[in-house]
């Protein structure tokens, strides 16, 4: 039988199964700053509690679930794809990425994708189950401690969509912010959804300062319902109404992804269309490149067709970026994850 995983409980529990041994209550923060501060990767590390609650912890609750079967690295360092597992199978995937102002880390939230998304390699591997907020948090963890350095982003943008598994990455958040742990500002996370209304509204009172992303990819629902075919039970309209809904409670902006595919979703209509479509709201569409899938038949907009797109938006009052291609080097660019090795 597993055991369970300490970072499945609570910070109340920790203490509490710490202080039931006999042990006073110090010493849970004492194994929290351990693992979210020193990364530890066994109890046995932890020098400064005593033996006999090492081997107590060590026998009845998993520090980790998680293990890393691969790391993978681009020439330039900038980005890392990590492969973990569990029981030797591969699970879940989360990158590292290098910017001038720190790194970011992006977590999977779910075992496959139950979205299917029709440009995406996750999409392909059906859905298993939710990931639990432990092995969220661990895929975090283990990053830290590969690379001996304190991750100082999180995006939620890896396999799977967070909005259905709502509790687990809301917890995991939750514990990740707490001044006690990782002390991680929710302002500097980032929850990344194809649009799924209820949770949205939801969301917006939950937030307390963590942005919100919405992979949008498409300014209709023909479109869309092409691209992303959970469209067809969350439609465009209904999303739109949600995300109008979140910017009014937090009044914070939000950010929208757009994949240009050739041919697709890239015509200066389509521009013309998303402008208008966001024309009410304080937020950022942030364009990005397609990235190679197996399998699939897609091609990448022409450099002069995401000018033109760009230039549409900006002419319409719409801020706008183009995001950088990192991670490809790795397959572990936007849309590529696909739980192998390579």
Same mark, same amino acid.
Request: net charge positive; with cysteine; aromatic share 8%.
């Given at each position: ?190 929850? @990344?959804? =194809?649009?799924?209304?209820?949770? *949205?509204?939801?969301?917006? #009172?939950?937030?307390?300062? &963590? %942005? ?28 739109m109404s949600s995300v ?59 450099? @002069?067709? =995401?000018?033109n797109f760009k230039g *549409?938006?900006?002419?319409? #009052?719409?801020?706008?970026? &183009? %995001? ?19």
């Open positions: 039988m597993e055991k369970p995983h300490v970072l499945d409980l609570s910070l109340g529990q920790i203490e509490k199964t710490i202080t039931q041994q006999g042990f006073q209550r110090y010493r849970a923060q004492q194994l929290i700053e351990w693992i979210f501060k020193k990364f530890a990767s066994s109890y046995e590390e932890m020098s400064d509690l005593p033996k006999d609650l090492r081997d107590y912890m060590a026998q009845n609750l998993s520090l980790s679930t998680l293990s890393m079967l691969a790391c993978y690295s681009d020439r330039s360092q900038q980005s890392r794809r990590y492969l973990w597992g569990l029981n030797g199978m591969p699970v879940a995937e989360s990158v590292l990425l290098n910017y001038k102002y720190g790194t970011t880390g992006c977590l999977s939230t779910q075992v496959g994708c139950p979205v299917g998304c029709s440009f995406c390699a996750s999409g392909k591997l059906g859905f298993e189950r939710n990931l639990t907020k432990g092995e969220i948090i661990d895929q975090l963890i283990g990053m830290c401690r590969h690379t001996r350095e304190r991750i100082s982003r999180l995006v939620f943008m890896g396999t799977g969509e967070p909005f259905f598994n709502y509790d687990n990455v809301m917890s995991a958040i939750e514990m990740l912010s707490e001044a006690s742990t990782y002390d991680m500002s929710r302002r500097k996370i980032t929850i @990344s959804t =194809v649009g799924i209304p209820a949770e *949205i509204r939801r969301f917006a #009172h939950d937030s307390a300062g &963590v %942005r919100l992303a919405v992979s949008l990819h498409a300014p209709s629902n023909d479109t869309r319902n092409m691209l992303i075919p959970v469209n067809e039970v969350y439609p465009l309209n209904e999303v109008r809904y979140f910017a009014k409670v937090t009044g914070q902006r939000v950010t929208f992804e757009y994949m240009l595919l050739k041919g697709v979703n890239d015509s200066s209509e389509d521009a013309r269309t998303l402008a208008r479509l966001v024309s009410d709201l304080d937020c950022l569409v942030n364009l990005i490149p397609w990235n190679p899938v197996p399998g699939v038949d897609y091609e990448a907009s022409e450099k @002069s067709q =995401v000018h *549409i938006l900006e002419k319409n #009052h719409v801020k706008v970026t &183009v %995001r950088r291609r990192l991670g490809i080097g790795v397959k572990g660019a936007c849309g590529q994850l696909q739980r192998a090795k390579r």
